[in-house]
């Protein structure tokens, strides 16, 4: 309704609030409500709490399979300790048999030519010979073993890596244990007014279900449907005047805040179909949101859902930003 030539108005409006549906990560049993209807609650505050035995029995399982992980490492990294102490032993070894080959295949050759010349016997030569046939063959088994040695580095460095993946994995599952036992106790996420209460001690609730609505009253605003033809003049910043049926001689100012990007029976459920061959041109309504500007003690008397009046003086036009403009 138009109310001289600057002034807008109109009764199709309300006051809002964005309210937050209240729902528990987990299921479970209720076994507290801490917070009755219509209570004021600070954001962070425990609303209930649910049965929390069963989640700390699978966090506590959850930590004693991260121990047992972390024991699988420490045991495997201990192996590779002494793996790294026998390969040193392994490789002295092949360093002591190597001198001892060398030795017994230099005396060998030494001996030889003295024995071609009956200087020595061949007894004697042939105890030569056997030794170092020995030496060698024990020369090949210590090099064999400290290659085994070394190649059971590359196993047990395997198996680290797995064990390791596994304790990050116990880890993770330990830390969505921990997390689940800490959603028991379901938590407000914003301060506001409890509303449309459902929760009751002793009933059964599944993970997402609602438990109670959070009303943020000092966060109301407005919302008036104007109709299209009044909103041309308008203009974000505009001020406002608000009549709250509920309180009738208290005038409450406020400016306008954004407009709709579109109209109201444009986010119907069932949006109108024009293109039927019947058409019957009806003014349409814009929905548009007004910041209040009101003092705490009639704050607290707004509440979401009240019917106002609304005058929007369309006189001033308030300079905002191209950016605004836009929006």
Request: aromatic share 4%.
């Amino acid at each position: 309704m138009q109310v001289g030539r600057y002034l807008q108005s109109t009764d199709d409006a309300f006051l809002k609030a964005d309210s937050t549906t209240v729902a528990p990560r987990v299921s479970g049993y209720v076994t507290e409500v801490l917070v009755n209807d219509n209570q004021y609650v600070e954001a962070g505050s425990v609303i209930a709490k649910l049965d929390a035995r069963p989640y700390r029995a699978a966090y506590d399982q959850s930590l004693a399979s991260v121990a047992s992980k972390q024991a699988s490492v420490e045991k495997i990294q201990a192996s590779l300790t002494q793996q790294a102490q026998n390969i040193k032993q392994a490789q002295a070894l092949v360093q002591s048999a190597k001198a001892d080959a060398d030795h017994a295949a230099h005396e060998y050759s030494r001996h030889a030519p003295l024995v071609a010349r009956n200087i020595e016997s061949g007894e004697s030569l042939a105890d030569l010979k056997k030794t170092r046939d020995s030496s060698a063959a024990e020369l090949v088994a210590d090099q064999a073993a400290a290659h085994s040695a070394q190649l059971q580095v590359s196993v047990l460095q395997a198996d680290l890596a797995q064990a390791k993946a596994d304790l990050l994995e116990a880890q993770a599952n330990a830390e969505q244990a921990r997390i689940s036992l800490t959603d028991t106790e379901i938590q407000s996420p914003i301060s506001g007014r409890v509303g449309d209460k459902s929760v009751r001690v002793g009933a059964y609730v599944q993970s997402g279900t609602r438990m109670l609505t959070l009303v943020p009253t000092n966060k109301i605003y407005a919302v008036a449907n104007f109709k299209e033809t009044q909103i041309g003049k308008m203009r974000i910043g505009q001020p406002v005047s608000v009549n709250v049926d509920a309180l009738p001689g208290q005038p409450i100012t406020g400016v306008i805040d954004s407009f709709s990007p579109g109209t109201g029976s444009d986010f119907a459920l069932l949006p109108s179909q024009n293109a039927t061959g019947n058409f019957t041109k009806i003014v349409q309504r814009v929905p548009v949101k007004i910041r209040l500007q009101v003092s705490r003690e009639i704050q607290a008397r707004l509440t979401s859902g009240m019917s106002i009046d609304v005058e929007v003086d369309t006189h001033e036009l308030p300079e905002v930003s191209q950016a605004v403009a836009a929006q």
